[in-house]
């Protein structure tokens, strides 16, 4: 589904970089600190849960996910990292939920971020992302 955007994202990467059309990606985006598709989604993802930790979304989202000590009374580590509940799911449209993404997201997001004003949140996560390419 977002195949040809992707492809599209790709190439006009090239082109600005006056790349070879045929060259691998990757560096190119590290190059430039930018974000791949399914980045930009895991980034978004995470600073709309930031924002669901934080209490700032608006009253009609406070059901989109559930804290660990809310569903149990275990002191895990899950719980100390501040994590929400996975959501049970038995089909692959099942891990396509918001409720199930974004608790992935967020249990996959390091610590110390999770503390960070909005601001620097956002900044931070995103270079760790580009960080990930390898080159």
Request: charge should be positive.
């Amino acid at each position: 589904m977002l195949q040809p955007l992707n492809t599209i994202h790709n190439n006009v990467l090239r082109a600005l970089t006056f790349s070879d059309f045929k060259c691998h990606i990757t560096p190119l985006y590290k190059q430039l600190g930018f974000l791949k598709i399914k980045d930009i989604y895991q980034l978004e993802l995470s600073k709309l849960v930031y924002k669901f930790h934080n209490n700032t979304l608006p009253q009609s989202y406070n059901s989109f996910f559930q804290k660990i000590t809310e569903t149990h009374c275990h002191f895990t580590r899950s719980a100390a990292n501040q994590n929400y509940f996975v959501p049970r799911v038995c089909s692959s449209l099942g891990k396509r939920n918001l409720a199930y993404q974004g608790a992935v997201t967020w249990s996959s997001i390091p610590q110390e971020f999770k503390n960070f004003s909005y601001g620097r949140f956002s900044k931070n996560y995103k270079m760790f992302l580009v960080a990930l390419y390898n080159i």
